[in-house]
């Protein structure tokens, strides 16, 4: 599979804290996006990072690409309970930059 | 300026039957995108229209079918409904599509099939 995937599947934390999410792929990649879901709502778009970027910052959000791992990582620093979410990391492949979603990482902040 | 929008937001049908989801882009937004999000296979892509054409196409049977309209509107259609196509329905539009290009998302329409 071309998609991405995401580990863990589920993370539970105390708000203050920070939370690590991390996304695999398979192949080569031209961008990779990431983005959040509220109670399975519509995805909201967070950072997009391109395959010869190695760390994006947006404001507490903080994702690293490793293109020679195939992997990425999203930081959320000091976490607040409206940080609770699934997010969903998505690989773009190919000619057709289509992204590729995974299951995602359902993200609890307890307050 | 408005959000995707879609419609309807939720839908009941029995098996056999047919569905026509709709969806409007943001204002000035050539491309649009729909996928399906189910608990067991996450969020797939089913097709992207850009400029009324299909531009690429995910993995889907021929049951499922789209089209877009010159106002950027579209619709997608799925035609002898099964259990396993209850699922939720985005739509998301974007400037061109493509790589480096932000997707904006529809808050879904959840069809549930009995």
């Known amino acids: 599979s071309q998609q991405g995937e995401e580990d863990p599947q589920a993370l539970s934390i105390q708000e203050g804290e920070n939370a690590t999410m991390n996304c695999s792929y398979k192949t080569s990649i031209n961008n990779l996006q990431w983005y959040r879901q509220n109670s399975g709502r519509g995805l909201v778009h967070l950072i997009l990072i391109r395959s010869n970027e190695r760390e994006k910052h947006s404001g507490r959000l903080r994702v690293t690409l490793d293109t020679s791992k195939k992997s990425s990582s999203l930081l959320i620093t000091a976490s607040r309970a409206a940080d609770t979410a699934s997010y969903f990391c998505?690989?773009?492949?190919?000619?057709?930059?289509?992204?590729?979603f995974g299951r995602g990482t359902s993200l609890i902040v307890h307050p | 300026k408005a959000g995707v929008t879609q419609t309807p937001r939720y839908l009941i049908k029995t098996r056999g039957q047919q569905v026509t989801l709709s969806c409007s882009p943001i204002?000035?937004?050539?491309?649009v995108s729909w996928y399906q999000q189910t608990p067991g296979q996450g969020l797939q892509f089913l097709f992207e229209?850009?400029?009324?054409?299909?531009?690429n196409k995910g993995n889907f049977p021929g049951r499922f079918s789209g089209r877009q309209f010159s106002n950027s509107r579209s619709e997608m259609n799925v035609s002898t409904l099964e259990l396993g196509d209850s699922a939720l329905y985005l739509c998301?539009?974007?400037?061109?599509?493509?790589?480096?290009?932000?997707?904006?998302f529809g808050p879904g329409t959840r069809l549930t099939v009995l």
């Open positions: 998505a690989p773009e492949w190919g000619g057709s930059y289509i992204p590729t």
């Open positions: 998301a539009s974007s400037l061109y599509g493509g790589g480096n290009n932000e997707q904006f």
């Open positions: 229209y850009f400029s009324e054409t299909q531009r």
């Open positions: 204002s000035g937004h050539r491309s």
